[in-house]
Structure formats: structure tokens, C-alpha cells
């Protein structure tokens, strides 16, 4: 099974795992709630772990950390907003326990309940944190004229597999070692002496950037005898294949801990399979 199945694979159980445990928390949330109407006894337990799942949510999550900086505000506030609004009613139920404050307290956990499950702002925060990037107008100090002037300033979308996200946070930054390119193909070869990363131009029409082996070998702490760049037979400059490993003339093939050691540092997330050959015609041609 290739690699990207396994991905796509993995991804669809992570998801429906996580939209499980909020189905979960949305439903304690309503039963503490209406436990708060008739005892005490749980309804400060209940906020501090509120409290705590609120913060510890928006502030672990990978992806709301990765987010532009003008959506982060709007990601919080989609995501801490049931929140906030299941420890007021909690600490109203503390404090007003008068028959109107019970019907009162009672109609916002049914709302609340039926509100975070139909609406599940935990997801629609994640979506919005997935957004394109916004827009952002610079001044452009070369531009002819007055010297002044804007230009679009487009955020690279990060992918979502292991490999590709790596290369696209650490290779294919501004002023990285191989800025404009991303990864479309990772294969193992030459029965497993070697993996092969299929590389192109995220800008079409463009080349890949001439690579720096030294620079490469320095950021994936790979011997530069290990890294080789070569062409794409069959296309043109806007493709490029790394090669990771020892030349078919430089002896065994390398054994198992050697791959786990390449597999961590050069291409953290990926599981290497043995292939022994390759066809990348589906990821040349999409």
C-alpha cells in the first residue's frame, strides 16, 4: 500500500477519534450542567476541568499554533467560547439557587448542549484555522517609480503528511536550502539502499532551485556522501529527485538501524517500505 494511503489513512482515524471525544466532552459538559441544578458536589471539579480542556486545547493544538497571527484571535474565540460559557453557567448554579435562577440555569445547558453539538466549535475553529492566508500588503522598497509600491505577500500552504510538512517547514522556507520546491513522492529503492524524494517547483513554470548539498547534508544531518541531486528522466527543470542513501557501487545495502537513523533525522514521520522500483508517474501527473 503506498505511502500516502497509509497517511490519508491514518488522518481519517485521527479525525474521527478526536470528533469522538468531543461528542464526549460536549455531552459531560451538559450533564454537569444539569447535575448543578439538584447538588454542589461535582460542580467545581467540573470547572477546573473545563478550564483546564479549554486552555490546554487552543494552547497545545499544533494547528492553532501554526495559524496566521490575524486568525489566531478568531480561532480562540470560536474555540474558548463554550467554554466560557459552560463555567459561568456552572458558577451560577453555585451561586444563585433560587427557583427563576434554576429555570434559567436549566435553559442555557439545554441550549448550550444542543448549540456545541450542532455547531461544534472545536471543528469550525480548526477549519478556520486551515484557512488560506490572509493578504498582506508590503511596501515594495525595489519597485520602480517613487520606489514605492505593494505587492501580495501568499503564506505556502503547509501539507499535511509527515515528509512533506518537514521539507516545506525547514527546506522550503524563505532562504532555505531549497526555497520553492515541495515534496510530491517519497520511495524507497534499489532494494532499500536508497529513498527517493521527488521534488518540484511550487511556482509552475519555474526550475528547482540549484541545491546545496553541503547545506542539505547540515540541515537533514545526513552524510554528504549519501545525498545526491539528479533529474527526473522524462521531464523537465521543474523536477528534481533527492536521493538519500549509498550508491549502488558503494556496497550492502544498509541495514535496518541505518534506515530508522535516516528515518528520524532526514524524514521525521515517514515508515520506509521496500520497493525496488519506483513509478512517480501519478504524482508528476495529477
Not at 461535582?42 to 494547528?63: E, K, N, V
Not at 525547514?170 to 536508497?194: C, F, L, Q, S
Request: aromatic share 6%; no cysteine; charged share 20%.
Amino acid at each position: 500500500m503506498p505511502l500516502r494511503t497509509y497517511i490519508q489513512t491514518t488522518r481519517r482515524a485521527g479525525s474521527a477519534a478526536v470528533s469522538g471525544v468531543g461528542r464526549l466532552a460536549t455531552l459531560a459538559g451538559g450533564s454537569a450542567m444539569t447535575a448543578g441544578l439538584f447538588t454542589d458536589a461535582g460542580t467545581l471539579p467540573a470547572i477546573l476541568t473545563t478550564i483546564a480542556a479549554g486552555l490546554g486545547g487552543a494552547f497545545l493544538s499544533p494547528r492553532f499554533q501554526l495559524a496566521h497571527p490575524m486568525k489566531k484571535p478568531i480561532v480562540y474565540t470560536i474555540y474558548l467560547t463554550p467554554h466560557t460559557v459552560l463555567v459561568s453557567n456552572l458558577i451560577t448554579e453555585l451561586a444563585w439557587d433560587a427557583t427563576e435562577g434554576r429555570l434559567v440555569q436549566g435553559g442555557v445547558a439545554v441550549l448550550w448542549t444542543a448549540g456545541v453539538w450542532w455547531l461544534r466549535p472545536g471543528k469550525l475553529a480548526k477549519r478556520v484555522a486551515k484557512w488560506p492566508e490572509p493578504v498582506i500588503e508590503t511596501e515594495d522598497t525595489e519597485g520602480d517609480g517613487d520606489g514605492t509600491g505593494a505587492e501580495a505577500e501568499v503564506a505556502i500552504a503547509i501539507p499535511d503528511d509527515p515528509a512533506g510538512r518537514w521539507w516545506a517547514l525547514n527546506a522550503a522556507k524563505k532562504d532555505g536550502v531549497a526555497e520553492g520546491t515541495r515534496v510530491i513522492a517519497v520511495r524507497a529503492i534499489e532494494d532499500r539502499r536508497r529513498v527517493a524524494v521527488a521534488l518540484t517547483a511550487i511556482e509552475k513554470g519555474e526550475p528547482v532551485p540549484d541545491i546545496k548539498i553541503k547545506r542539505l547534508s547540515a540541515l537533514m544531518n545526513v552524510p554528504e556522501e549519501l545525498l545526491e541531486m539528479q533529474a527526473i528522466p522524462g521531464h523537465g527543470a521543474g523536477f528534481a529527485m533527492l536521493l538519500i542513501g549509498p550508491k549502488p557501487e558503494a556496497g550492502p545495502a544498509p541495514d535496518d538501524d541505518v534506515w530508522a537513523e535516516i528515518g528520524r533525522s532526514a524524514l521525521p514521520g515517514v515508515t520506509l517500505t521496500e520497493i525496488n522500483e519506483y513509478d512517480m508517474s501519478k504524482e508528476l501527473h495529477p
